[in-house]
Nanobody
């Protein structure tokens, strides 16, 4: 399983960024997908997750709810979290993660920190 994040960068407070996570194979359609972030000198935080199946369910940490919107494109094996109204406290390395247990997103969003597969991460800086 390979997860590759892209779309990170530096933005001013109040602006938006759209991260992407490209995956190998068909895991986007078979595994719960999520995003984890780790600010400097702080613990990792599971911020968003999306399940598989026809009835889409999404999960958000309270710190990002209303500003981040996770979605998936099964045909492209890609997951997107548009991040709006970014604030300095959102600055972190963002990692895409996948849960080999399946598509139900058990324990999400906090459990995303323990998902079995994770990408290399992409840096987001907010000034």
């Amino acid at each position: 399983v390979q997860l590759v994040e892209s779309g990170g960068g530096s933005v001013q407070a109040g602006r938006s960024l759209r991260l992407s996570c490209a995956s190998s194979g068909s895991i986007v359609s078979t595994m719960c997908m999520g995003w984890v972030r780790q600010p400097p000198d702080k613990e990792r935080e599971g911020v968003a997750a999306i399940n598989t199946g026809g009835g889409i369910a999404t999960y958000y940490a309270s710190s990002v709810k209303g500003r981040f919107i996770i979605s998936r494109d099964n045909a492209k094996n890609t997951v997107y979290p548009p991040m709006n109204d970014l604030q300095p406290e959102d600055a972190a390395v963002y990692y895409c993660a996948a849960d080999p247990r399946g598509g139900n997103c058990l324990g999400a969003p906090s459990a995303v920190t323990d998902f079995g597969y994770r990408g290399q991460g992409t840096q987001v800086t907010v000034s």
